[in-house]
C-alpha cells in the first residue's frame, strides 16, 4: 500500500479534548463485575472466564421477565450463506469493507500462511482450502482484567474508528448504546462527561474516562496493544472522512432510539467491526438500547478457537442472552429474536 501523508485540521469547538477524569457512577449502568479475560500475553493463554454476569443497579431494576418468543429455536448455522430477504443489507454493510481497505477485520500483527492438513491438529479452529488448511497467528497485547466501557452508537464515524481499534487489538468491551432519544445512555454519558459527545470510553481497570476518537485510539493502543495504530486510523481528516463514507450503504441505521424494555443483564455477542453480517446486528442492538459485551474476534484472535471449542462451530455474530437462556447464529435470525424479545 502506497504511504499517504497524515492531513492535519484544526480541531472543531465540539470536540475539543478533555482532560482524563474517574467517573462518577451514575444510578443506572450495568458493569462486568468480574474478569473476561486473563492478563498474559501469548494468544495461546487468552480465554474467557466464567463471569458473575453484570446486572443493573438495583435502584433501577425493574421485575420484568424476559423469555424466548414462543416455538423459538436456534437455527443451525449456515457458513458463508446469506438470506434472500438480507441480501441488500449485507451489500449495504459490506461498503465499509471497500472504504476502509479492511480495517476492523485482522488483529495487531495478522499472518497467515498454507500448511498441510496434518499440520493443525484435531479440535483446532482453522481454514480449510481444498486439502490444506491456513493457519493464521496475531500480536496480542496485554489484556484488560474487566471490558472497557464505551459510549456509543453505530453510524457515527468517530465511534467506528474506536470500534476499529477494538477489533485490531482484540479487546472485549462492554457498549453502552447511546441512540438519539435514548432514555438511558445517553443521558447517563452527559452525567459523566460533562457532555453528550461520542464516542466515550471508561476503563474501570485504571479509572481513566475521555472523550475524543483519537485519542481514545491512542489510550487503547498504548495500555492494550504495542503502542501502534493502523494506518488507516491515522490519516487525520482522510480517517474521518473514509468513516463517514463506510457508513452509506446503511443510511443512518443504527442511530435512532427504537422503544425497547431494558434487559437486567447485558447481552453478549461475538463480533468484530469488519464483518458486514455483524453489523446489521449491532444496529439493531443499538436501536432497541440494549447493552451489550462484544467479545471481539476478528481474523487472528484466539477467541475463536475459544468459541470453537465451546460450540463446536465458530462463525460470527454469535449471541449469548443471558437473560433468556438463548444462544444463536445466524444474523438474520438473530435481528428477528431481539426485536421479538425487547421491542416495545
Not at 481513566?208 to 487525520?236: C, H, N, R
Not at 462463525?315 to 421479538?340: H, R
Amino acid at each position: 500500500m502506497v504511504g499517504m501523508g497524515v492531513v492535519n485540521i484544526p480541531k472543531l469547538p465540539l470536540f475539543s479534548p478533555v482532560s482524563l477524569r474517574k467517573p462518577s457512577r451514575p444510578s443506572l449502568s450495568i458493569k462486568a463485575s468480574s474478569e473476561s479475560s486473563n492478563s498474559q500475553t501469548s494468544p495461546a493463554s487468552t480465554s474467557i472466564k466464567e463471569e458473575q454476569k453484570p446486572t443493573l443497579d438495583s435502584s433501577s431494576s425493574t421485575a420484568t421477565t424476559f423469555a424466548a418468543p414462543p416455538n423459538f429455536k436456534a437455527p443451525e448455522p449456515k457458513a458463508f450463506s446469506v438470506r434472500p430477504d438480507q441480501t441488500l443489507d449485507i451489500l449495504g454493510a459490506s461498503l465499509a469493507l471497500f472504504f476502509r481497505v479492511g480495517t476492523g477485520v485482522f488483529v495487531n500483527g495478522y499472518s497467515s500462511s498454507v500448511v498441510s492438513e496434518n499440520e493443525i491438529p484435531p479440535g483446532q479452529y482453522c481454514l480449510q482450502v481444498g486439502g490444506n488448511k491456513v493457519k493464521e497467528t496475531a500480536k496480542i497485547g496485554p489484556r484488560p482484567e474487566k471490558p472497557i466501557e464505551i459510549y456509543e452508537f453505530e453510524s457515527c464515524p468517530f465511534c467506528r474508528k474506536v470500534r476499529e481499534i477494538v477489533a485490531y487489538l482484540d479487546i472485549d468491551v462492554l457498549f453502552y448504546p447511546c441512540p438519539r432519544n435514548g432514555p438511558n445512555f445517553r443521558p447517563k454519558a452527559a452525567q459523566l462527561g460533562g457532555k453528550q459527545q461520542f464516542p466515550y470510553m471508561v476503563d474501570p481497570n485504571t479509572g481513566v474516562a475521555m472523550y475524543e476518537s483519537d485519542e481514545i485510539i491512542k489510550y487503547l493502543v498504548d495500555k492494550y496493544g504495542d503502542g501502534s495504530t493502523p494506518l488507516m486510523l491515522k490519516l487525520g481528516l482522510l480517517t474521518t472522512l473514509t468513516a463517514g463514507f463506510a457508513l452509506i450503504g446503511r443510511m443512518g441505521r443504527g442511530s435512532s432510539y427504537t422503544p425497547s424494555k431494558m434487559p437486567p443483564k447485558p447481552l453478549e455477542i461475538w463480533a468484530y467491526e469488519g464483518s458486514p453480517f455483524c453489523k446489521i446486528v449491532r444496529e439493531v442492538l443499538v436501536e432497541l438500547e440494549l447493552p451489550h459485551i462484544q467479545r471481539s474476534c476478528a481474523r487472528g484472535s484466539p477467541k475463536r478457537q475459544i468459541l470453537y471449542e465451546r460450540v463446536g462451530h465458530f462463525q460470527v455474530p454469535y449471541l449469548e442472552d443471558p437473560n433468556t437462556g438463548v444462544q444463536m447464529f445466524e444474523s438474520a435470525e438473530i435481528v428477528e429474536y431481539l426485536k421479538a424479545t425487547y421491542a416495545q
